[in-house]
């Protein structure tokens, strides 16, 4: 997965995506918006704010079927 941020871009494993979990954090991040979703990896953490959060979700599962959905409205690998 490629994460764009002005003028740099950061990969990120789809493999390596351990857990995905809505957020209202004000933490600096490449996510605009408010209405953000922390994507938890092997190695470390980014906040985004995909456009369409619903369809990023069925996405990510499709490419991750490990990635099951929890209490929280996010993913989390089991």
């Known amino acids: 997965m490629l994460v ?5 871009t950061q990969s990120i494993s789809l493999k390596d995506i351990t857990n995905i979990t809505p957020t ?3 933490l600096s991040a490449p996510a605009l918006s408010l209405d953000r979703i922390e ?6 953490s980014i906040v985004i704010s995909p456009k ?4 990023f979700y069925h996405a990510i599962q499709e490419r991750v079927p490990a990635l ?6 996010g993913l989390i690998k089991n």
């Open 4 to 8: 764009k941020n002005g003028f740099s």
């Open 24 to 26: 209202s954090s004000t």
């Open 39 to 44: 994507i938890g990896y092997e190695g470390g």
């Open 52 to 55: 369409d959060k619903d369809r």
């Open 68 to 73: 099951k959905t929890d209490d929280n409205n």
